[in-house]
């Protein structure tokens, strides 16, 4: 029976590759695994069914850290996102047979270009995944609060864009009721961090108006977090207005196309809500004005009706002839009786209109004792629809003051 060694099988065999294999080739995988050691890189590289987990091929790989070092710097400067396990690489490569370590790829060079092809392309694969479950424009159709003045922000507490957006908000005057939920705003577990943040809020969400996720500008890499299919799903099914202010000037992020509304900075957001209470205040105003210049109208018709009884009377005394001093006297009687009559209930009329206005003024309503309770900014009527917990405002004469529930 004929028969060769081991090392002379696999001895074959590396000189079949060395053949086959004389020159670099270019070759498409991902990157299942990367480590980093003494400046090396090792790799795992695999390729996986289409739409499917399935694994069909895969193979070491290495890249040493003359080569590595330079390789990594030109790919990260290029796409803006950091090589690591997960991503899709075009890279150029030798194949090597060790008799002992069997075959695997000296990485040569990588195409940049290739990966930003493949990003873009998750990236549309996800918003047409979010747009065929029909949920793409669910948070964007959710109507924006005339008053938003109760926030559920989502940050990190020691970002300088949080910093900037409350500095911003409270400049102006306006009182805002804001709660931070501290979360992770970029790294791979950013995404689970803001998810995490949105289901405390839901748990209490009717003591807020909307949703603000910031974060201040950055790298590209630093936002791959806010392109995640599992966050953006949770921003497009909340039941709260989510306005978003990633800070940045490049593409949006897909959080940023299923947010309700979306600005380029946290300053941006704040400057917005500032806005939007600063229409409310208008609007509020103009109600005001338009109810005193109606009573004030009211009043000047009745004065106008005053004064044409007044010429009336006084042209019918011109008109009595001096013959008729019997009907003149008679007629002077009756007159002036109509004239006083007339005169006091007109003065009635307008008294009572003013004394109408003057009592059902909140001024004088409070002077007088009375006070204005509201729950979720909506007045209140009665103790039965409170409950423990609740939040009411009280407004007297001086001033106003906030309750809390306790049984």
């Given at each position: 029976?004929?028969?060769?060694?081991?090392?002379?099988?696999?001895n074959?065999?590396?000189?079949?590759?060395?053949?086959?294999?004389?020159?670099?080739?270019?070759?498409?995988?991902?990157?299942?695994?990367?480590?980093?050691?003494?400046?090396?890189?090792?790799?795992?590289?695999?390729?996986?069914?289409?739409?499917?987990?399935?694994l069909?091929?895969?193979?070491?790989?290495?890249?040493?850290?003359?080569?590595?070092?330079?390789?990594?710097?030109?790919?990260?400067?290029?796409?803006?996102?950091?090589?690591?396990?997960?991503?899709?690489?075009?890279?150029?490569?030798?194949?090597?047979?060790?008799?002992?370590y069997?075959?695997?790829?000296?990485?040569?060079?990588?195409?940049?270009?290739?990966?930003?092809?493949?990003?873009?392309?998750?990236?549309?694969?996800?918003?047409?995944?979010?747009?065929?479950?029909?949920?793409?424009?669910?948070?964007?159709?959710?109507?924006?609060?005339?008053?938003?003045?109760?926030?559920?922000?989502?940050?990190?507490a020691?970002a300088?864009?949080?910093?900037?957006?409350?500095?911003?908000?409270?400049?102006?005057?306006?009182?805002?009721?804001?709660?931070?939920?501290?979360?992770?705003?970029?790294?791979?577990?950013?995404?689970?961090?803001?998810?995490?943040?949105?289901?405390?809020?839901?748990?209490?969400?009717?003591?807020?108006?909307?949703?603000?996720?910031?974060?201040?500008?950055?790298?590209?890499?630093?936002?791959?977090?806010?392109?995640?299919?599992?966050?953006?799903?949770?921003?497009?099914?909340?039941?709260?207005?989510?306005?978003?202010?990633?800070?940045?000037?490049?593409?949006?992020?897909?959080?940023d196309?299923?947010?309700?509304k979306?600005?380029?900075?946290?300053?941006?957001?704040?400057?917005?809500?500032?806005?939007k209470?600063?229409?409310?205040?208008?609007?509020?105003?103009?109600?005001?004005?338009?109810?005193?210049n109606?009573?004030?109208?009211?009043?000047?018709?009745?004065?106008?009706?005053?004064?044409?009884?007044?010429?009336?009377?006084?042209?019918?005394?011109?008109?009595?002839?001096?013959?008729?001093?019997?009907?003149?006297?008679?007629?002077?009687?009756?007159?002036?009786?109509?004239?006083?009559?007339?005169?006091?209930?007109?003065?009635?009329?307008?008294d009572?209109?003013e004394?109408?206005i003057?009592?059902?003024?909140?001024?004088?309503?409070?002077?007088?004792?009375?006070s204005?309770?509201?729950?979720?900014?909506?007045?209140?009527?009665?103790?039965?629809?409170?409950?423990?917990?609740?939040?009411?405002?009280?407004?007297?004469?001086d001033?106003?003051?906030?309750?809390?529930?306790?049984?």
């Open positions: 029976m004929n028969s060769i060694s081991l090392c002379e099988l696999l074959t065999v590396q000189q079949a590759i060395k053949l086959n294999f004389t020159e670099p080739i270019w070759v498409r995988a991902e990157i299942g695994e990367l480590r980093e050691n003494g400046g090396n890189a090792y790799l795992d590289l695999i390729e996986n069914a289409e739409n499917s987990d399935k069909l091929a895969k193979i070491r790989a290495n890249c040493w850290a003359s080569t590595f070092q330079m390789l990594k710097t030109y790919f990260e400067e290029n796409t803006g996102q950091i090589l690591r396990e997960g991503i899709a690489v075009l890279v150029q490569v030798t194949v090597e047979f060790h008799s002992v069997g075959i695997s790829l000296n990485i040569k060079d990588i195409d940049p270009a290739f990966t930003l092809g493949e990003m873009a392309m998750r990236r549309q694969q996800i918003i047409r995944k979010l747009q065929s479950e029909g949920v793409a424009q669910m948070n964007k159709s959710l109507e924006l609060p005339q008053y938003m003045q109760r926030l559920a922000i989502i940050s990190s020691t300088a864009g949080y910093g900037d957006f409350m500095h911003q908000l409270n400049e102006r005057g306006f009182k805002f009721y804001s709660v931070l939920f501290q979360s992770l705003m970029q790294g791979e577990a950013a995404a689970d961090s803001i998810i995490n943040s949105l289901e405390k809020i839901y748990a209490n969400v009717e003591l807020f108006d909307a949703v603000i996720i910031i974060r201040g500008g950055g790298a590209t890499t630093d936002l791959a977090c806010f392109d995640s299919y599992d966050l953006a799903l949770n921003v497009a099914q909340f039941p709260l207005p989510i306005i978003a202010g990633i800070g940045h000037l490049r593409d949006n992020t897909i959080v196309l299923v947010a309700n979306s600005l380029k900075t946290p300053t941006a957001v704040a400057e917005f809500l500032i806005n209470m600063q229409d409310a205040e208008n609007q509020l105003f103009e109600t005001v004005n338009s109810i005193v109606f009573a004030q109208n009211k009043i000047l018709v009745q004065k106008n009706i005053l004064e044409q009884t007044r010429w009336k009377i006084t042209h019918l005394l011109k008109n009595i002839t001096a013959n008729s001093v019997f009907e003149l006297n008679r007629q002077k009687i009756r007159l002036k009786n109509a004239a006083q009559n007339a005169i006091f209930f007109q003065k009635n009329k307008l009572l209109y004394k109408i003057h009592t059902q003024s909140p001024q004088y309503l409070f002077k007088k004792g009375f204005l309770t509201t729950l979720n900014g909506k007045r209140l009527f009665s103790v039965k629809l409170l409950k423990k917990g609740d939040k009411i405002k009280t407004y007297l004469s001033g106003a003051v906030e309750s809390l529930i306790v049984d």
